[in-house]
């Protein structure tokens, strides 16, 4: 499946955001998508994940209560919004998808990725 990620940009700390992750192809096919990010000479982390038929969300320690993962079946678009947003989220995010079960933690189970969307977010 191809992911195409948008909605990124630059907002003053205490802001919002929402990403957008459209597919190209229906996605309940897959077990679970989500997002990670990347800061500037850091590793790829885990932000949040939704699996598709069991509806549960994870979200990372650091974003939980301020980001909220949600989908659109009938436009098959994973979204991220992410309120009270830091300096410290500011990072390329990427969306992801796997097709198989796993920790959805981990970016190894994840076989589609999105281009990535940057994140600035000022003090």
């Known amino acids: 499946v191809q992911l195409q990620a948008s909605g990124g940009g630059l907002v003053q700390g205490g802001g919002s955001l929402r990403l957008s992750c459209a597919a190209s192809?229906?996605?309940?096919?897959?077990?679970?998508m989500g997002w990670f990010r990347q800061a500037r000479g850091k590793e790829r982390e885990f932000v949040a994940a939704?699996?598709?038929?069991?509806?549960?969300?994870y979200y990372s320690d650091s974003v939980k209560g301020r980001f909220t993962i949600s989908r659109d079946n009938a436009k098959e678009t994973l979204y991220l919004q992410m309120n009270s947003l830091k300096p410290e989220d500011t990072a390329v995010y990427y969306c992801?998808?796997?097709?198989?079960?796993?920790?959805?933690?981990?970016?190894?189970?994840?076989?589609?990725w999105g281009q990535g969307t940057l994140v600035t977010v000022s003090s």
């Open positions: 992801a998808a796997r097709k198989y079960g796993g920790s959805v933690y981990s970016s190894g189970g994840y076989d589609s």
């Open positions: 192809e229906r996605t309940f096919t897959r077990y679970a």
């Open positions: 939704f699996t598709w038929n069991a509806g549960n969300s």
